[in-house]
């Protein structure tokens, strides 16, 4: 049972592996405590629909499951969304508008479609918490990565010193930043997995 778990974190990647979700792992990575941020987001999300929808799969017509998993996950979605707003109102505003648009990330409805809608409820909310920290360590890589070549700091802590700080790698924390690092993020992820079929 503890495979479920495991899978989405290495295995079954969704950013690294099935390239899910890229576009919110781009565009919220340019510090580690908005990754943190989103990452905890699509876990609490992910898990909380993976659930319900394995909880009712056997009660909804096929041919409306798609619009109930979407009313589903919108729910947790706006849970969410007004609980970010209530607790941190700066990191509500950082993230933007990637919070409502949990609703229609792909990792989300991908696995409520491919794995709650088929499986059990506790091998489901699995599935989910193992794709939500999957998500959340790739997504914190690159924040922490991008924040610190691009600022000189991580979480507000200056890692390179003083002198780095003035003169940061600014590209890093812009788009082509992100491209750089998920490519290599992507890349090492593909050379493990070689070394370790060899």
Same mark, same amino acid.
């Given at each position: 049972?503890?495979?479920?778990?495991?899978?989405?974190?290495?295995?079954?990647?969704? /950013? !690294?592996?099935?390239?899910?979700? !890229?576009?919110?792992? @781009?565009? /919220?990575?340019?510090?580690?405590?908005? +990754? @943190?941020?989103?990452?905890?987001? #699509? #876990?609490?999300?992910?898990?909380? $629909?993976?659930?319900?929808?394995?909880?009712?799969?056997?009660?909804?017509?096929?041919?409306?499951?798609?619009? /109930?998993?979407?009313?589903?996950? $919108?729910?947790?979605?706006?849970?969410? &969304?007004?609980? !970010?707003?209530? *607790?941190?109102?700066?990191?509500? $505003? %950082? @993230?933007?508008?990637?919070?409502? !648009?949990?609703?229609?990330?792909?990792?989300?409805?991908?696995? +409520?479609?491919?794995?709650? =809608?088929?499986?059990?409820?506790?091998?489901?909310? *699995? &599935?989910?918490?193992?794709?939500?920290?999957?998500?959340? @360590?790739?997504?914190?890589?690159?924040?922490?990565?991008?924040?610190?070549?691009? $600022?000189?700091? #991580?979480?507000?802590?200056?890692?390179?010193?003083?002198?780095?700080?003035? =003169?940061?790698?600014?590209?890093?924390?812009?788009?082509?930043?992100?491209?750089?690092?998920?490519?290599?993020?992507?890349?090492?992820?593909?050379?493990? %997995? %070689?070394?370790?079929?060899?």
């Amino acid at each position: 049972m503890f495979k479920y778990f495991t899978e989405g974190i290495i295995k079954n990647n969704p /950013v !690294l592996v099935l390239m899910l979700g !890229l576009c919110p792992t @781009l565009a /919220v990575s340019t510090t580690a405590f908005n +990754a @943190l941020g989103m990452g905890a987001a #699509v #876990v609490f999300v992910l898990t909380l $629909s993976n659930f319900t929808i394995s909880l009712i799969r056997q009660k909804v017509p096929n041919t409306i499951r798609i619009p /109930v998993f979407i009313i589903v996950i $919108s729910t947790f979605v706006t849970i969410m &969304d007004y609980t !970010l707003h209530a *607790l941190s109102a700066e990191l509500y $505003s %950082q @993230l933007g508008v990637f919070v409502p !648009l949990v609703v229609v990330n792909c990792i989300i409805l991908g696995r +409520a479609e491919a794995f709650a =809608s088929k499986h059990g409820v506790i091998v489901s909310a *699995l &599935d989910g918490l193992g794709a939500g920290f999957g998500f959340t @360590l790739i997504i914190f890589l690159m924040g922490a990565i991008r924040e610190i070549l691009g $600022s000189g700091k #991580v979480f507000g802590h200056i890692v390179f010193g003083t002198a780095f700080t003035k =003169s940061p790698i600014i590209y890093m924390i812009l788009p082509p930043g992100g491209f750089l690092v998920i490519a290599f993020l992507m890349g090492s992820m593909n050379w493990l %997995q %070689q070394q370790r079929n060899k």
